[in-house]
């Protein structure tokens, strides 16, 4: 479990953490002048949060990510009871049902933990089949393991975030370096199927998505056709970066010449915190945060690259494209290049689940970088 002899401590990335510790901290800033008027705890829940999971982060970052590994089945298992427990059990809110109420831990959100818990086991699940990874029965089973809990969460409904287990799944099946052959199937399936798609979802009692979820998809492709009210969140956030101008407002700025303050934001601590960023510390920090992420992402992949064993590569390729695609849809939806859905941005936006969660993906990566491979003089 702990193997500290074999761990070499100074392959320890403090870059790594500078970035994480970074972004925590700004999120905990701008998470305070979200909230500073609605009267909540969240700031404080912030911080707790943020504790907690630099905690878990380093805890997780010396324990060998091989021990772990053996139990993916066990973890494939526990993700499954998490989300089937969410479906019978969970708390609803907003039209959606998605959290648990757990003794003494509270509320959490099961499917910001299995985007982790997918990463390791099918880190493991393709290193065992390595040698077959191409083959029809590998390609059918990988699909249908990760089909059972992607509608789960599908079924909540979280269409974001069955998106962003979608694209973790498919780089990893990349960098597990499956046929080209496949790669290109996918795309030639994907184009047609994305046109039926956005044709199927127009039809009167189409059972696919959300009535919610269609205004927002449709209002975004053809906005003139559809109510104002469905892309209102998407205008006021653009407003409000535009109105940050180069160097912003201010961090918790009290000026009434706010959309922020004007309570014209909704989501403000979450799904748009990035509009608060654009607001208050305006194009410069904006750009801060976006290198931050991109610094982040680029650092695990490089970890990926070093990794010791297909394993770790996978468990950082993982990782990396969590921060990348979850960042770039969040800060896509805020300034209005995406359709509006609800995904925090990684460190930043408040939220113990998802803080959490992604705080021990990046001690899994730092203990890959812990073993990763090098030569008889200590080199790469």
Not at 46 to 66: N, R, T
Not at 76 to 105: C, D, E, H
Request: with cysteine.
């Amino acid at each position: 479990m702990f193997k500290f002899k074999e761990y070499r401590f100074r392959y320890f990335n403090i870059r790594l953490i500078l970035f994480v510790l970074s972004l925590a901290v700004i999120g905990i800033l701008f998470v305070k002048s979200a909230t500073i008027n609605s009267g909540t705890d969240t700031y404080n829940k912030q911080i707790f949060g943020v504790a907690l999971g630099v905690a878990c982060m380093f805890l997780v970052s010396l324990i060998d990510y091989h021990w772990i590994l053996q139990l993916y089945w066990p973890i494939y298992a526990v993700n499954i009871a998490m989300l089937l427990a969410t479906k019978f059990m969970g708390q609803s809110g907003g039209g959606a049902q998605r959290w648990l109420n757990l003794p003494v831990i509270g509320q959490i959100q099961p499917s910001e933990f299995s985007k982790i818990m997918l990463i390791l086991f099918f880190a493991m699940f393709f290193y065992k089949h390595r040698e077959k990874i191409s083959s029809v029965r590998i390609v059918i089973l990988s699909l249908v393991l990760f089909g059972i809990p992607a509608y789960m969460i599908f079924d909540q409904p979280n269409l974001s975030t069955t998106l962003v287990t979608v694209v973790i799944f498919l780089v990893m099946l990349y960098v597990a370096k499956i046929s080209y052959k496949w790669i290109g199937g996918v795309f030639a399936v994907l184009v047609p199927a994305g046109i039926w798609f956005v044709y199927y979802i127009q039809q009167e009692g189409q059972k696919l998505l959300q009535p919610y979820q269609v205004n927002r998809i449709m209002s975004w492709i053809n906005p003139s056709k559809y109510p104002a009210d469905n892309t209102q969140q998407q205008m006021n956030s653009i407003m409000a970066i535009g109105s940050g101008q180069l160097h912003g407002k201010g961090l918790a700025n009290t000026t009434l010449a706010s959309v922020k303050n004007g309570n014209f934001l909704s989501e403000e601590d979450t799904d748009f915190i990035f509009a608060v960023i654009g607001e208050e510390a305006g194009f410069v920090g904006s750009v801060i945060i976006i290198s931050l992420l991109a610094l982040l992402t680029a650092e695990c992949i490089y970890m990926a690259a070093r990794a010791r064993d297909m394993t770790g590569r996978l468990i950082c390729s993982g990782m990396a494209a969590l921060i990348a695609f979850q960042s770039f849809v969040n800060i896509g939806v805020a300034t209005g290049l995406l359709p509006n859905t609800g995904l925090p941005l990684p460190f930043i936006s408040a939220g113990l689940s998802s803080l959490l969660s992604i705080f021990i993906g990046m001690g899994l990566v730092l203990n890959v970088g812990l073993q990763r491979k090098y030569d008889n003089r200590g080199g790469f």
